[in-house]
């Protein structure tokens, strides 16, 4: 099997600095220019494309980074990943019909509170491992909807209505429709996401994270304050999550708990698990891949969701590991008799 | 060689109906390498684990260094100067040989989470710090070559040594290894009595669990033999291969012993 995912490390790695940065620039070029292909075959026949850039490709993407912190570095299945974008998003609502916070200034309060139900879950929930956890997360992401369905002051089912857009920033309006200016702020909080998760884990967090996973008696053996660290990839994988919530609220003006159902939670859950767990450029595909698929075979109509299916099962036969699975690959030896083993 | 680092006093630790120690008392004393020997299930691996929390004690004491370790979290008891490797190899398989010490390093960093993400300068100094202790210590146990390549694809042995590499890598003052030299050939059991007297010159504290008597009567500089949970005979090698209470628990009582 081709693993495309070292053949680019190793690119990326026999670059110097000044053709990294043009790459690395490009590829960004690329990426922010994807809202003028809309006439192209990547157009999506039935919805907007341009809005679909926004929800549901770029919003996946970046809860599915978000959620790769918690399941892909530190191996904790969390099921109720949703919970967090909800709370994003009510925060959001509620906070920009009532008062006269603008979104700017809700962001950082939806993330802080995102955070906030992070560790309230956290604390407890991580005591427990695997199954249990999966579980118990799952009922978290449910007990978040049904509370915002029974709330008199979330707006029950109806939701909430006319959350204002995020006023002009340096002279650019957010109008409505303009979903290419809402993809490209998205992409910015993307990319923010991308450097904080790359920068942790080359570091102390990203090897405590790497060893609870792999064995996480071991690590505590070895010193790691496990649950310390499971509870920072929680809460981390919370922010940014809410970090989702707030912009998707204040896109799409009107929320309402059948938004956020489980059904986001397991979608988020394939992005990563079809991307390739603990890779985020594999993660990032994913998303891109299962958030634009749906509405590029609308044509299909009812058969839709039934070929959605089947390109994951052929997937995942074809690729267990994901689209571009974590690194396996050992760097070059530093000397070419280091190949003996002893024996 | 006089002063206790390691005492465990009257331990008993039971699970359910049965009782893995009994009322076992020994010491380690600082810069010794104490040999702990005894027949399967007679208890050895329990001791390691409940000295580093692994399980909690039924009854009686340990302390390290003058303090209990009665009901410390796992991680402080390593923290406090207390590194063990495991009977079957536990490595972090997708992890290079390195990083696996390197994250047990991390053990002695001030920089948190947050220095780690805006690269503060302690977090950058200690993280080059940190590489080039690991990478010492690999050099240390004579496995440095393999520094870069993934732990699961390393051979057999130098995984057993990256184990004793990566207990090092906490800096630890006393060192529990668990059957290091367990699936080993002849001559690597000897290069590994080197290593363990290298590791105690260089002033660590070593606990020893071993089934291969010629090492441990080697190396060790006191022997402890459990049998069934208890201690039978804690003496020098010499005396200790001599005790016919070992001797018994090994062998089994002669038919026409009175």
């Not at chain 2, 380690?28 to 399980?55: D, M, R, S």
């Amino acid at each position: 099997m081709i693993n495309l995912r070292d053949k680019g490390a190793e690119i990326w790695e026999r670059a110097n600095r000044p053709q990294r940065v043009l790459m690395a620039i490009s590829f960004i070029a690329m990426a922010a220019a994807l809202p003028f292909l809309g006439g192209t075959f990547l157009n999506t026949p039935i919805a907007d494309y341009q809005s679909v850039l926004v929800y549901p490709i770029a919003m996946f993407v970046l809860m599915a980074i978000g959620l790769n912190i918690v399941i892909g570095k530190s191996g904790l299945l969390d099921l109720g990943y949703v919970a967090f974008f909800a709370i994003g998003a009510y925060t959001m609502g509620l906070l920009g019909t009532r008062t006269s916070l603008n979104t700017w200034e809700i962001l950082p309060i939806g993330i802080a509170m995102a955070m906030f139900s992070g560790i309230i879950l956290g604390v407890p929930a991580l005591k427990l491992r695997g199954d249990y956890l999966a579980i118990i997360t799952l009922g978290f992401g449910e007990i978040i909807r049904i509370v915002a369905l029974n709330l008199e002051v979330l707006g029950r089912s109806g939701g909430i209505i006319g959350i204002p857009t995020p006023p002009p920033i340096f002279g650019i309006e957010y109008a409505f429709d303009s979903h290419r200016i809402y993809y490209w702020t998205l992409l910015i909080i993307i990319l923010f996401a991308i450097w904080m998760v790359r920068r942790l884990s080359v570091r102390r967090a990203g090897r405590a994270w790497e060893s609870i996973r792999q064995d996480e008696d071991a690590a505590e053996l070895m010193g790691v304050p496990t649950f310390k660290y499971k509870v920072w990839a929680f809460v981390l994988g919370a922010s940014v999550g809410g970090a989702a919530g707030v912009f998707y609220a204040s896109k799409t003006l009107f929320i309402a708990p059948d938004n956020f159902t489980l059904q986001i939670s397991i979608l988020i859950l394939a992005c990563v698990v079809f991307g390739g767990m603990g890779n985020i450029w594999g993660v990032i595909a994913g998303a891109v891949i299962l958030g634009y698929l749906p509405d590029r075979i609308r044509f299909l109509s009812d058969a839709r969701l039934l070929v959605f299916g089947l390109v994951l099962v052929i997937m995942m036969n074809l690729r267990p590991d994901g689209l571009l699975p974590r690194k396996k690959r050992e760097k070059a030896l530093p000397n070419k008799d280091s190949n003996k083993d002893k024996s | 060689m006089s002063t206790s680092i390691l005492s465990l006093k009257n331990v008993t630790m039971r699970f359910g109906g049965v009782t893995a120690l009994n009322d076992v008392t020994f010491d380690v004393k600082e810069k010794e390498i104490l040999g702990l020997i005894g027949p399967n299930g007679a208890g050895k691996t329990t001791v390691f684990n409940v000295i580093t929390g692994v399980y909690q004690i039924t009854s009686g004491s340990i302390e390290f260094q003058g303090k209990s370790l009665a009901g410390e979290k796992r991680y402080k008891i390593t923290r406090s100067g207390i590194a063990r490797t495991f009977q079957n190899i536990r490595l972090w398989g997708d992890m290079t040989a390195l990083e696996n010490v390197m994250t047990a390093t991390d053990t002695h960093k001030r920089s948190g989470l947050v220095g780690g993400l805006f690269g503060s300068p302690i977090s950058r100094k200690e993280e080059k710090r940190d590489k080039k202790r690991a990478q010492e210590l690999l050099d240390f146990i004579g496995i440095g070559e393999y520094a870069d390549r993934l732990a699961r694809n390393l051979p057999y042995g130098v995984q057993r040594r990256l184990e004793i590499a990566r207990a090092l890598g906490t800096e630890p003052k006393l060192i529990l290894l668990d059957e290091p030299a367990a699936g080993f050939n002849p001559a690597e059991k000897v290069e590994l009595a080197k290593v363990i007297r290298k590791i105690r010159d260089a002033g660590y504290t070593i606990l020893l669990i071993e089934h291969d008597m010629s090492l441990v009567m080697k190396v060790s500089d006191r022997v402890v033999v459990l049998d069934f949970g208890q201690k039978i005979a804690d003496n020098t090698p010499q005396k200790v291969q001599d005790d016919p209470r070992v001797i018994e628990a090994y062998l089994g009582v002669p038919e026409d012993a009175s």
